[in-house]
Nanobody
Framework: QVQLVESGGGLVQAGDSLRLSCTAS????????MAWFRQVPGKEREFVAV????????FHADSVKGRFTISRDNAENTVYLQMNSLKPEDTALYYC????????????????WGQGTQVTVSS
């Protein structure tokens, strides 16, 4: 059974940085596409970033491009989201997700999810 556990969220001020981590178990990690999504109450879950199993392909949402960077360490079964220059509009519950297949950006294409970690950015 796939388990994903996120960590690293918190309360920060605008302009600060945070690094989120998601550690996976129950899967051959290097074979899985890993992604980050975020969600605020009353809104759809929003794509943030995705990375291929071997890290050769990465995509970031336009809203975070140049500020957030996704990376992974297959030896540690962990995917990261480095978030710099945080803005109040980045406030959300951040989820990591895994899929065994092609890179996708829609939440509906992912079957395995973590419990989420809250990021709150004050102005």
């Amino acid at each position: 059974q796939v388990q994903l556990v996120e960590s690293g969220g918190g309360l920060v001020q605008a302009g600060d940085s945070l690094r989120l981590s998601c550690t996976a178990s129950g899967l051959i990690f290097s074979r899985y596409v890993m992604a980050w999504f975020r969600q605020v109450p009353g809104k759809e879950r929003e794509f943030v970033a995705v990375i291929s199993g071997g890290s050769s392909v990465k995509f970031h949402a336009d809203s975070v491009k140049g500020r957030f960077t996704i990376s992974r360490d297959n030896a540690e079964n962990t995917v990261y989201l480095q978030m710099n220059s945080l803005k109040p509009e980045d406030t959300a519950l951040y989820y990591c997700a895994a899929r065994n297949g092609l890179i996708k950006k829609a939440a509906s294409d992912y079957g395995d999810w973590g419990q989420g970690t809250q990021v709150t950015v004050s102005s």
